[in-house]
């Protein structure tokens, strides 16, 4: 039987744990890892049914969500068994027989007997060595470690590691076969420095995430705290008035505490998704950190830094993502500051008052400059609203409905977008697209947009990223351009719908489209993931700050419009706005949302302006 030191020399070590293997598990692609290791990876991408190797990024199902049902690796589960019955000799010894070792010297590599290991600690030169009991090493508390002996030169440590292969060498393989083969060779102790560099510095943007994270949850407390001072108001109001009519109105008391308790439910129960969101934010990002902490403990063979390389990009990918954004539950307040108490005066009428709010009317109402005209219209800068004629200008509108101003007038403007720091893009009716200024000075980027051949320019809008999506009709299909200019960085097929108005998520990379009789929403690849549509009308689309869906449903005939509100899934919320005459009945409409919250209603001729 081999030794305890030959045999905890090969492949018993998990590459993600660095420990000896414990209820080792095989995937598909027949690489084994603890079982728990592989149930920390599984849980950090909850969403998912499979896990990909960190080897060889190979996919394999996980039954139920379950590690512990995936195939154990007995032969390997039997050895670390076996190993860790036999108690390691000394090493240090020049006897025949090695009595048992009590401790290990990372530095010197060696394991000590208990003579050995008191002469060990008495000499001066190796007083700075790090010594482990062997009870550590055993239990698995700590890795030894030790330089590995290649398997070419057995008597060479691999001192070296070669950046190209991700691999451990040494020196002489490092100058036979891979500086040969062009690759870069650099010292062992060099590359675990650096290492060490790239996962201090993911440990400090994780745990300034996580910061932030808690900070989000505080200010979602926050938010609640204050929601429940505006349902301790309103059941205030209702009870002071409830007490001059008590005979005559506990019954109508009682309905209005149970819709005062539906709005609070409500509230509650949005704000609570978002909390449970962020903790599980938190609970992600611990994991990976941890995946990712093993590293430095001990040098890593190949596989185990190929696994360890794609922790640390998973890790670093996922912090890229986390960023909390307090408007989200700021917005659920707001909602519920809508929410008033109308108090009846009346005391014959068997009422005590009811509750209001979300009732919108219209607030303006006002003719085009030019006669159907009306070619698109999208939020601009300081709060003002921007409709583009095909005739030539933008008209901008103020939340009142007052015409502000008119710029590019020469322009036959075909869509607009609004980017960051109060630039605009501007596409004309023949494709041709501008970037603008606040002051809308026109700057020197030119896009690389497709001509007239394909297809009008149907939709235009602006992702989180200032990434600027196009669309058109005849090529069906969205171009994608950055706001540096020049050619589409990729483009998106819209397969079985055409992307007639096109809208941007703030939060997602996904986009809503009109397809006219319905809105369809997309991902990034333009998969259809949701649809809507309502049999006999038209339906015109707008994404909200908050992420919610507007949709402007037309009946052309009878020149009726609804609006109603639905989540970022197109499940619907509430009625805004029912059968509003509009002229004409038919022709391009478009719908937008102010930044103050007002909606905005366009048809080729005439803008509607509703609020609450």
Same mark, same amino acid.
């Given at each position: 039987?081999?030794t ?27 690489h084994?890892f ?6 920390? !990876? ?21 039954p ?5 049902k ?31 070792? *009590? ?11 208990k ?46 590691? %070669? ?42 943007e ?13 200010? !979602? ?9 505006i ?44 909390e ?12 990976m ?16 830094? !190929? ?8 890790l ?26 109308r ?15 979300y ?31 095909g ?21 036959? *403007? ?47 809008? *602006? ?12 090529s ?6 950055t ?25 997602t ?67 805004? !706005? ?10 391009? %409409? ?11 209603f ?11």
């Amino acid at each position: 039987m081999a030794t305890f030191h030959h045999i905890s020399s090969q492949n018993l070590e998990c590459p993600i744990c660095l420990a000896l293997f414990n209820q080792p598990k095989s995937l598909t692609c027949s690489h084994t890892f603890c079982k728990g290791c592989l149930q920390r !990876i599984f849980q950090t991408q909850p969403e998912q049914q499979t896990i990909t190797c960190p080897v060889c990024r190979k996919e394999t199902p996980i039954p139920s969500g379950d590690a512990s049902k995936l195939q154990t690796n007995i032969p390997l589960s039997s050895l670390v068994d076996e190993v860790k019955t036999k108690s390691p000799t000394c090493t240090a010894c020049k006897m025949d027989e090695n009595p048992p070792a *009590v401790s290990y010297c990372q530095d010197c590599g060696k394991y000590m007997c208990k003579s050995c290991d008191s002469k060990h600690s008495s000499w001066a030169p190796f007083s700075t060595h790090t010594v482990t009991a062997m009870s550590e090493i055993l239990s698995g508390k700590v890795p030894i470690k030790r330089r590995l002996k290649c398997k070419n030169h057995p008597n060479d440590d691999k001192e070296f590691f %070669c950046t190209g292969c991700r691999e451990y060498v040494c020196l002489r393989c490092g100058m036979l076969r891979h500086l040969q083969a062009g690759h870069h060779i650099e010292e062992a102790a060099i590359h675990e420095e650096k290492l060490m560099t790239i996962i201090k510095e993911l440990q400090k943007e994780a745990k300034s995430k996580t910061t932030s994270v808690e900070n989000h949850i505080d200010f !979602i407390q926050t938010q609640r705290n204050e929601i429940a001072n505006i349902i301790r108001r309103l059941n205030n109001c209702i009870d002071k008035t409830y007490e001059e009519y008590i005979k005559l109105l506990s019954a109508r008391r009682e309905t209005l505490k149970c819709q005062v308790k539906q709005w609070s439910e409500k509230f509650e129960k949005e704000l609570q998704t978002m909390e449970e969101e962020s903790h599980q934010t938190i609970r992600k990002m611990k994991a990976m950190e941890e995946l990712v902490a093993n590293g430095v403990k001990v040098p890593l063979e190949k596989d185990t830094v !190929i696994a360890h390389d794609t922790l640390c990009e998973n890790l670093k990918s996922f912090l890229g993502r986390v960023d909390p954004d307090d408007q989200s539950p700021r917005g659920v307040t707001e909602g519920a500051l809508k929410i008033s108490f109308r108090r009846y005066v009346k005391v014959n009428e068997l009422c005590l008052g009811n509750l209001e709010g979300y009732t919108w009317d219209v607030k303006a109402d006002v003719e085009l400059p030019v006669k159907d005209c009306m070619e698109c219209m999208a939020r601009a800068p300081d709060g003002k609203m921007a409709v583009g004629s095909g005739h030539g200008g933008v008209h901008l509108y103020s939340p009142d409905g007052e015409l502000q101003q008119t710029v590019l007038k020469d322009i036959y *403007v075909s869509e607009i977008g609004s980017l960051s720091y109060g630039r605009i893009a501007v596409c004309d009716t023949n494709n041709e697209m501008s970037l603008y200024t606040s002051q809308w000075e026109k700057l020197d980027v030119s896009f690389e947009t497709m001509g007239r051949e394909g297809g009008i320019a149907a939709g235009l809008t *602006v992702d989180r990223d200032d990434n600027i999506y196009v669309s058109y009709w005849k090529s069906k299909k969205i171009q994608v351009f950055t706001p540096q200019g020049g050619k589409a960085v990729r483009e998106i097929m819209c397969d079985g719908y055409k992307a007639s108005q096109l809208f941007s998520f703030p939060s997602t990379g996904k986009l809503i489209v009109s397809d006219l009789p319905a809105v369809v929403c997309i991902d990034g690849n333009g998969k259809k993931e949701h649809i809507l549509k309502k049999e006999g009308m038209f339906a015109f689309p707008a994404v909200c700050r908050d992420d919610s869906v507007i949709v402007a449903w037309v009946k052309r005939e009878e020149g009726l419009v609804s609006i109603d509100r639905y989540t970022k899934d197109l499940e619907h919320v509430h009625n805004i !706005i029912t059968d509003f005459k509009i002229q004409p009945k038919r022709g391009w %409409c478009y719908l937008q949302e102010f930044e103050s919250g007002e909606i905005a209603f366009c048809t080729r001729g005439r803008l509607y302006i509703f609020d609450v």
